[in-house]
Nanobody, 124 residues
Framework: QVQLVESGGGLVQAGGPLRLSCAAS????????MGWFRQAPGNQREFVATISWNGRRSMSYADSVKGRFTISRDNAKNTVYLQMNSLKPEDTAVYYC????????????????WGQGTQVTVSS
């Protein structure tokens, strides 16, 4: 059974940093492409960042987070991270970790596995 468990969410002031983690089990993590999505109240789930299985060849970001967020992975720890800097109130959302076999995709429908989400709240 595949499990993705996010952690690291919380309340932070605008301009501050936060790092999310997603621990994976039950899948061959070293060959899985991983992504982060987010969903704010009343909005659809949106793409944030993705990283390819080997972590080097392909990383993509939503325009709204480019230059502020960094996705990375540690295949030895079966964990993917999202380092978020210079946070803005509009970054407030539930953040979801996702995994799948599709390479470097920004479409949520291409991901096979999802975590339960972690709340990030940015105060102004």
């Amino acid at each position: 059974q595949v499990q993705l468990v996010e952690s690291g969410g919380g309340l932070v002031q605008a301009g501050g940093p936060l790092r999310l983690s997603c621990a994976a089990s039950g899948l061959l993590f070293s060959t899985a492409n991983m992504g982060w999505f987010r969903q704010a109240p009343g909005n659809q789930r949106e793409f944030v960042a993705t990283i390819s299985w080997n972590g080097r060849r392909s990383m993509s970001y939503a325009d709204s987070v480019k230059g502020r967020f960094t996705i990375s992975r540690d295949n030895a720890k079966n964990t993917v991270y999202l380092q978020m800097n210079s946070l803005k109130p509009e970054d407030t959302a539930v953040y979801y970790c996702a995994g799948g076999s599709s390479y470097s995709t920004i479409r949520s429908s291409d991901y096979d596995y999802w975590g339960q989400g972690t709340q990030v709240t940015v105060s102004s």
